[in-house]
Nanobody
Framework: QVQLKESGGGLVQPGGSLRLSCAAS????????LGWFRQAPGKEREGVSC????????YYADSVKGRFAISRDNAKRTVYLQMNNLKPEDTAIYYC???????????????????WGQGTQVTVSS
């Protein structure tokens, strides 16, 4: 059974930083990329970032480029999202997920929620 468990969310002031972690367990799905999408109230789901373990290709949403950085520890089967210079509009539930497509400006999240984590709340507010 595939499991993704997120940690690291919380409340931070504008301009602050957080690091999200996502630990994968169960069957290895290394042919898929791992990454993050977010869901804010009243807004559409947005792919934030992903990283392929196969070729190292990445995707970043335009809204987070230059502020967020994704990395992966293959030995620990964990992916990290370092979020700097956070803004109130970054407030959302962040979900770790497997991505079928990642890179070249494109992404595609696996649609079945069994390939997602439970989510972690990130709130940016003063």
């Amino acid at each position: 059974q595939v499991q993704l468990k997120e940690s690291g969310g919380g409340l931070v002031q504008p301009g602050g930083s957080l690091r999200l972690s996502c630990a994968a367990s169960g069957p290895s799905l290394d042919y898929y990329a791992l990454g993050w999408f977010r869901q804010a109230p009243g807004k559409e789901r947005e792919g934030v970032s992903c990283l392929s373990s196969m070729d190292g290709s990445t995707y970043y949403a335009d809204s987070v480029k230059g502020r967020f950085a994704i990395s992966r520890d293959n030995a620990k089967r964990t992916v990290y999202l370092q979020m700097n210079n956070l803004k109130p509009e970054d407030t959302a539930i962040y979900y770790c997920a497997y991505f079928a497509v990642c890179g070249g400006g494109y992404y595609s999240i696996l649609s079945e929620d069994e390939y997602w984590g439970q989510g972690t709340q990130v709130t940016v507010s003063s």
